[in-house]
């Protein structure tokens, strides 16, 4: 699993935590991929970490939690896809594996396409979906019976619409394609380099294309569209304190030691525990995080993250709120006009 990008699409928010920590409905998108590699079955999980080791470390610690055995593999500088599998090597043996992209977020899990793997052992297989902005992923050429002809990253000419997915299924025959790259013209070592390698080769390349729901989560607009995601699935829990002022209505999560205090929450939204709401309104597809405050304010449609305080705001919404920010109304601000005016002068002034 990969855990090493700097995350420069969700700045500020990654300039002091990391991209795959960023919660949606709660949890860290990387515990997403996590419990689903754990579900296909997969008890061995390398984490390739680079700067943002320490916290990646301290949330998942040793794996138990996830029912699997995690070791730490340093990258020292974010070098491609390729350049993790090479410092992988040694972890990987001659081992089948999965790669996984630790800030991808995959509905329906990797059960599936593991077993067509297992059961068929193409040296390479592939996820692919349309996308409108192929440019700016990894895109796949596909002849007319389907097959796996061409592959290149970010292509300023895109010869198709299938981006690659961030899971990828290797045979060790991988290992020789990575050992034979120089890096791109993004300096890196570029998986699909690797694959194209491998085609060239005769080794077999499989994909399918997934109907289901994939998204990168490297922008504020894909985190904001995943947490609506996962939200529309949550069920009610209360476990916190709501006082018979506050009204919840529509699935809604408050989980324990959460206070809701004369306000009124709109689902599907979850409010984490410690967190205090008063005199607010908590509108759709919102996650409150632990420990934050809600404070006579609005707000919709928004991921706000521990410990954050929200007080006397009108209105927010579509937003990525960080750790332990304080959002406070502006000062009102005298208004007046200064005015000289002649003789017979006639002035409108807009209020």
């Not at 972890?91 to 977020?105: A, S, T």
Request: charged letters at 20%; proline letters at 5%.
């Amino acid at each position: 699993m990969l855990a090493g990008g700097s995350g420069t699409r969700l700045r500020p928010i990654t300039h002091t935590s990391a991209k795959q920590l960023v919660p949606v409905a709660n949890k860290p998108v990387l515990f997403y991929g996590l419990e689903a590699i754990a579900a296909a079955g997969v008890r061995e999980i390398g984490i390739v970490v680079g700067s943002t080791h320490a916290e990646i470390e301290a949330a998942v610690g040793d794996g138990s939690r996830f029912g699997v055995e995690v070791t730490y593999l340093r990258q020292e500088a974010p070098l491609g896809l390729a350049h993790a599998v090479l410092i992988a090597r040694e972890f990987l043996g001659e081992d089948d594996f999965v790669m996984y992209l630790g800030d991808n977020f995959i509905v329906g899990g990797i059960n599936g396409v593991i077993e067509r793997f297992v059961r068929d052992r193409p040296a390479a297989q592939i996820m692919l979906t349309q996308v409108a902005n192929p440019s700016q992923f990894g895109v796949a050429e596909l002849d007319g019976d389907g097959r796996v002809v061409a592959l290149e990253e970010k292509p300023r000419r895109p010869k198709s619409d299938l981006a690659l997915v961030g899971v990828y299924l290797f045979t060790s025959a991988v290992h020789e394609a990575v050992g034979e790259l120089k890096p791109s013209w993004r300096h890196e070592l570029e998986i699909t380099d690797a694959i194209q390698w491998l085609i060239d080769h005769d080794h077999r390349v499989e994909s399918s294309v997934i109907s289901g729901y994939w998204k990168d989560t490297g922008n504020v607009a894909d985190m904001l569209e995943v947490n609506r995601l996962v939200l529309e699935s949550v069920e009610t829990r209360i476990e916190g304190s709501v006082d018979a002022a506050s009204e919840l209505i529509g699935r809604v999560v408050v989980e324990p030691g959460a206070v809701i205090e004369r306000s009124r929450i709109v689902g599907p939204a979850i409010v984490g525990g410690g967190a205090r709401i008063q005199d607010s309104y908590v509108g759709p597809f919102t996650s409150i995080a632990a420990d934050c405050v809600v404070a006579g304010s609005e707000i919709e449609y928004s991921i706000v993250l521990p410990r954050a305080s929200i007080t006397g705001v009108r209105r927010i919404e579509s937003s990525l709120i960080g750790h332990d920010v304080v959002v406070t109304p502006a000062p009102s601000m005298p208004r007046a006009h200064r005015l000289v005016l002649g003789d017979h002068s006639q002035v409108q002034i807009s209020s």
